[in-house]
């Protein structure tokens, strides 16, 4: 299982936008790379996925360069409520089976 | 889309007795589901793989005596925390995968139960 590191924390101002690095060297050629989001006291919440170049959706972006060693998701003109934990997860999805383990997130503090 | 729900959501108990936590999928069919634990300011850890009509596949160090699971149906996985201790208080969330509304494999997860033994 490939592991990911991320920065412990980072903070943010309201209206910025967020990007936060995720390392994962040893991805493997069937992993994708999904990112989630939890507020405390709740279990963890979709925000995107992808396997290469970039992905966008209504709520973020994800970039993954070409060896896949590292992924970037951008939160843009982040909100209050943007305050949470931001976990980085490689994982082979297509199977229902595959375990996913999180790494140790980071936690994205955004002030006023 | 899918959802997983969980059961208690909260749940206080005494030292000593057992507590059931039970994980639905309510509108797919999941025949693995995932158990995690999570102490305050840390990250999930996962406990076990559980799976539905075998026994359940426990990571190192969960002691499967202890923290016993069943998977009797295609929705319904319980994670039974035996003779629990103020040690075992934490925040125990359930997963399933299913092919959500956005065309792939997703990992939805319960909204948690906050467990605290006295």
Redesign the interface.
């Known amino acids: 299982l490939a592991k990911t590191t991320q920065p412990i924390s980072m903070d943010s101002y309201e209206g910025q936008e967020v990007n936060i690095t995720c390392s994962h060297n040893n991805i493997a050629t069937n992993d994708y790379i999904t990112w989630y989001q939890q507020f405390p006291s709740q279990g963890p919440r979709f925000i995107i996925q992808g396997y290469k170049t970039k992905v966008t959706n209504e709520v973020a972006s994800l970039f993954i360069p070409a060896d896949r060693k590292s992924s970037t998701l951008s939160l843009p003109r982040v909100s209050l409520s943007d305050t949470a934990v931001y976990y980085c997860l490689v994982g082979a999805l297509s199977s229902n089976t595959g375990k996913l383990i999180f790494g140790q997130g980071t936690t994205l503090q955004v002030k006023p | 889309g899918a959802v997983?729900s969980?059961h208690p959501s909260w749940v206080i108990c005494k030292s000593g007795t057992s507590v059931k936590i039970e994980c639905r999928s309510l509108d797919f069919q999941?025949?693995?589901m995932?158990w995690?634990r999570q102490f305050p300011k840390q990250?999930?850890?996962?406990m076990a793989?559980s799976?539905e009509g075998s026994k359940a596949t426990y990571e190192q160090g969960v002691e499967k005596d202890k923290f016993l699971i069943n998977h009797a149906s295609l929705t319904l996985s319980t994670l039974t925390v035996t003779s629990a201790h103020p040690e075992d208080s934490s925040?125990y969330?359930c997963?399933a995968?299913?092919r959500?509304t956005?065309g792939?494999?997703?990992?939805?997860?319960?909204?948690?139960t906050?467990l605290t033994v006295v």
């Open positions: 997983v969980q999941a025949t693995t995932f995690y990250s999930l850890m996962l793989t799976n925040f969330i997963s995968r299913d959500g956005r792939f494999t997703e990992a939805f997860f319960g909204q948690g906050r």
